[in-house]
């Protein structure tokens, strides 16, 4: 059902405050993709929360179907739907929602019975608030995302109850309306190897994103500088100490070398495992002889074909951080399905 009462959020209850650990973002919920750790924050402190997804879109949205929030019982709020639009409204609803201990369907912008909440983009979206989620469920769910398991939450948004699934459902309703399925992908993984300048930049760039960030290096004093950025160090004495451990679907994996000699057999443990992007710094005659190194240790032309060389956009950077951007871009472009057949 479509919520048609109006929640008014108490001036005693903050929105913008943040969770401990978490930051604060001024004016509105902290940004997070991944908001399941923020909920399970407040449902460890003993405090009431919601879950609230994004389960439906007329017209365009600045923000995909099943994006979330987590919200707390205070209007602490991690997470975001309508881009700013909406939030506030948001939060005070799941907050109301938490008070009469019943889970809610509402509508904003066009179609919606709150005639003073509208998204500019003039479209209309759903929401469900489930404020009836188990932490149990919370846990095995975050679990299975730390251990890279594939897993699908199924809310029935007539009843309230929820499942979880293994594997990746397409996101959204069943033919009946009722079942929403929210899949759970592994967090997006960066693998950086290699050492300089470029590497500091781009772990540090990468690091913004809800990505777990790794970096492996023969540069001790490198790997120190990264100690509170990269949530993984490793140092590499030589090539063939290069960790291909957790090289799954999710990971990218980019070398940042200037002596190349440090990456043909790097390079044939990365084409060998499923990583969605691989990249190498370098020109395009380094590139051309990096092809030709490679197919003389056995790497085939169909693998080979995969490694993004010069790595980066081209978008004329000249200085590490700008090379890092152009980077970064590249891999989001990969990660979204974005990014023009190599060559």
């Not at 490679?294 to 956009?313: C, H, K, N, Y």
């Not at 951007?325 to 190599?342: C, F, P």
Request: hydrophobic share 40%.
């Amino acid at each position: 059902m479509l919520s048609t009462g109006r929640a008014e959020l108490p001036d005693s209850r903050p929105i913008s405050c943040a969770p401990q650990g978490v930051g604060q973002q001024p004016g509105g919920p902290v940004f997070a993709d991944y908001v399941l750790p923020a909920l399970l924050e407040f449902m460890r402190a003993g405090k009431s929360t919601a879950l609230v997804t994004l389960v439906a879109i007329d017209g365009s949205s600045p923000r995909p179907l099943g994006s979330q929030m987590a919200v707390c019982e205070d209007g602490t709020a991690v997470g975001n739907i309508t881009g700013g639009c909406a939030e506030a409204a948001i939060v005070a609803e799941a907050v109301q929602a938490m008070d009469e201990g019943r889970d809610r369907r509402v509508r904003y912008g066009e179609g919606s019975p709150y005639f003073d909440v509208r998204l500019p983009c003039g479209s209309g979206i759903e929401i469900y608030i489930n404020v009836s989620v188990s932490r149990a469920t919370i846990e095995a769910l975050d679990t299975a995302v730390v251990q890279r398991a594939p897993t699908t939450l199924i809310q029935n948004v007539s009843t309230g109850e929820t499942e979880l699934k293994p594997g990746s459902a397409d996101c959204g309703f069943d033919p009946e309306g009722s079942l929403f399925a929210r899949p759970f992908l592994p967090v997006p993984r960066l693998v950086v190897i290699g050492r300089g300048p470029v590497v500091t930049s781009l772990v540090h760039l990468a690091s913004g994103l809800d990505w777990d960030v790794r970096v492996q290096s023969s540069d001790e004093a490198l790997l120190d500088a990264l100690a509170s950025t990269a949530s993984q160090r490793v140092h590499l004495s030589m090539p063939d100490s290069f960790s291909a451990e957790d090289l799954d679907f999710r990971t990218a994996g980019v070398l940042l070398f200037h002596d190349h000699d440090w990456e043909p057999p790097i390079l044939k443990r990365l084409l060998a495992s499923e990583c969605f992007y691989v990249g190498a710094l370098g020109s395009r005659r380094t590139h051309a002889r990096r092809v030709e190194i490679m197919s003389q240790i056995g790497v085939s032309a169909e693998d080979i074909a995969r490694v993004r060389g010069p790595v980066g956009l081209d978008i004329g950077a000249k200085s590490p951080p700008e090379i890092a951007i152009s980077i970064l871009a590249e891999i989001i472009a990969a990660h979204h399905g974005k990014l023009a057949d190599n060559g």
